[in-house]
């Protein structure tokens, strides 16, 4: 293996260590974005059930109605981290495949990520369905506060 490495331009090894650094943080931004819609959640949905207990309906609607845009914009922020991280893995992936290293983590980290996502619902559980959730509990907290039910 040791050969193997020598073989291989340091400017290559540069940007291999780079594309996985750099996936590393969209990855790890994702995964913020994902933990900062569970905390906007959590507050929101209980400023809501208050102001619903409290009989305050206009601002039970508007916080309801921003709940559901601010998780509309956490998704958006989230996919195109995670797009961004994607990208990344599959360049590193491409390196692994051109210098036949005897470790692909890449390259199994990507096969991985498009087994469980390309299906229709791998993409709305894995990649949406935290998001998904939070917009259809202030939607139903909107329909609520709007004496729907």
Do not use: W
């Not at 490495?5 to 650094?21: D, R, S, W």
């Not at 906007?40 to 209980?46: C, E, F, K, N």
């Not at 207990?53 to 921003?66: G, I, K």
């Not at 958006?76 to 491409?94: D, G, M, P, T």
């Amino acid at each position: 293996m040791d050969n193997q490495l020598y073989k291989i331009p340091l400017e290559i090894i540069e940007t291999y260590k780079e594309a996985c650094a750099t996936a590393r943080y969209y990855s790890s931004a994702a995964l913020s974005i994902r933990v900062s819609a569970i905390a906007q959640g959590i507050v929101l949905m209980s400023a809501v059930g208050f102001l619903l207990r409290e009989d305050n309906m206009l601002y039970a609607q508007y916080a309801a109605l921003f709940g559901i845009l601010f998780t509309i914009v956490l998704l958006f922020l989230h996919e195109n981290y995670q797009r961004k991280c994607s990208l990344f893995i599959v360049e590193a992936s491409h390196i692994e495949q051109k210098f036949e290293l005897p470790s692909f983590p890449m390259t199994k980290l990507h096969e991985d990520h498009l087994k469980h996502v390309k299906s229709f619902f791998g993409e709305l559980f894995i990649t949406k369905g935290l998001f998904l959730l939070l917009a259809i509990g202030f939607l139903v907290l909107l329909l609520k506060s709007l004496g729907v039910f």
